[in-house]
């Protein structure tokens, strides 16, 4: 198994293109990138964003900012090739760096490419049967999904380094397209990390305030539906009513409209799940929770999870959710093996209303285990996606601790080394 060594510089001063549509810390993809950069610019890196729209406020004298503007009008396809071109010819304009960094935004010339997205075959993999009936007739028939699909491919052939937010992520894209495999492509699992908003002690104390409530509540964090699981756990909260639990449901970033309406009334929940919409005060909405439902079908990695985690919140998680891999089922969270079961999910839910020995313990080791998940390691593994294609650019070998790409995330599968090392040998080769 390869890892990452801890590092506090990458060296002589590097100059970073991170390559992104939108500049800001709202939203997964965007958060990541935004943290990420911050630690970069501790690290003797000057970081040149190219993106779409600036909403961020960081401010450094290693900072710089290009934006481009994307023509307006026409479907998703032309909207996605837009962007392309706009992207790549900004890119080309700003200058020569030592690394070009997309965050999953089509362009040409990434180095090094982080995939935020499944693939557009994962929800053939993962969903219902007419989910995936479906999905596949979309792969082929819909213009969007095949240009997306195009330029996932474009960005896996031309980067020299790959990095996946979770190995579940890698897993997808190395299946979905063949050639990656037979290349050997280098690649880094470099999990989101999640800073510590609170102290662990107030941490806890949220925790015994939550659970001293008279009704208990669940709390669900995310902006799909079916995608996210919603659909199971509804499912599953009407199989609670049917047991006579008392019980509630808050759903966060979501707004209520006409059909959520209708489907709460005839699944008979209307008075058990409340829409919260868009919450700017999330330690608020976790502190009237005891538990973080997240029953997601395609979910990449999952900060929301881990973000309640340090909150004392006890996760309930599908095992497909990347943030699985840094969590163990019966320690410091639940993990349900079919994220489709809303009868399996049910019983879950009840484990933790029923017992509050169990509930406790894996809210204390959750506080734990989410003070371990770190943007830190985070940027870590990421600089040693650049010193590899920095040493392939020079035509140097990197050393031995530039070689341990693939990042060993607390509770993630395990990878075999000789694999990644031979990409990396073909990789200096083909230089």
């Known amino acids: ?148 699909n195009h330029f996932d491919e474009l960005l896996c052939r031309k980067a020299t380094c790959l990095v996946f937010p979770a ?14 495999k037979v290349q050997n492509k280098p690649h880094v699992i470099a999990h989101p990390g999640a800073d510590l908003a609170v102290e662990t002690s107030a941490v806890r104390g949220i925790a015994r305030e939550s659970t001293a409530s008279s009704t208990f509540n669940f709390l669900f964090v995310g902006r799909g539906f079916r995608k996210k699981g919603l659909d199971v756990l509804l499912e599953a909260c009407k ?10 449901l808050s759903i966060a970033g979501l707004n209520e409209k006409f059909a959520d309406r209708l489907r709460l009334g005839r699944l008979g929940l209307k008075e058990s799940v409340c829409y919260l919409g868009f919450c700017k005060n999330m330690d608020e909405v976790y502190g009237r929770s005891q538990v973080l439902v997240l029953p997601s079908r395609v979910e990449p990695f999952g900060m929301a999870p881990v973000q309640a985690m340090q909150r004392g919140l006890v996760p309930i998680v599908s095992r497909v959710c990347g943030v699985a891999e840094v969590l163990k089922s019966g320690h410091d969270s639940l993990l349900l093996e079919n994220h489709l079961s809303a009868a399996e999910l049910a019983n879950c839910m009840e ?52 070689e341990r790409l693939l990042a060993e995330g607390k509770g993630s599968r395990q990878y075999e080394s000789e694999t990644a090392l031979e990409g990396l040998r073909q990789a200096r080769e083909a230089k």
């Open 351 to 402: 484990r933790l209303m029923d017992d509050d020995i169990l509930r406790d313990r894996l809210s204390r080791n959750a506080v734990e285990t989410a003070r371990a998940v770190s943007w830190d390691v985070t940027a870590e593994r990421t600089l040693a996606a650049y010193k590899l294609v920095r040493s392939l650019k020079c035509g140097t070998a990197p050393g031995a601790a530039d």
């Open 239 to 248: 199989i609670l009513k049917s047991r006579e639990r008392d019980f509630r």
């Open 1 to 148: 198994m390869l890892d990452v060594e801890p590092q506090t510089s990458v060296g002589p001063r590097i100059r970073i293109a991170m390559v992104m549509r939108q500049f800001s810390t709202a939203g997964g993809l965007e958060l990541y990138a935004h943290k990420l950069i911050e630690r970069l610019l501790e690290q003797n890196v000057h970081v040149t964003v190219v993106c779409e729209k600036n909403e961020s406020a960081l401010q450094s004298a290693d900072l710089a900012v290009v934006q481009f503007k994307v023509k307006k009008g026409g479907n998703k396809s032309e909207r996605l090739q837009n962007l392309y071109d706009a992207a790549s010819a900004a890119l080309k304009n700003a200058g020569a760096f030592d690394v070009v960094h997309s965050q999953h935004c089509p362009v040409d010339g990434a180095d090094v490419v982080t995939f935020h997205n499944h693939t557009t075959s994962r929800l053939s993999i993962v969903g219902l049967d007419w989910e995936r009936v479906l999905n596949d007739c979309k792969r082929v028939l819909v213009p969007a999904y095949r240009l997306r």
């Open 167 to 180: 190995d579940v992520m890698q897993k997808d894209f190395y299946e979905a397209f063949p050639f990656l």
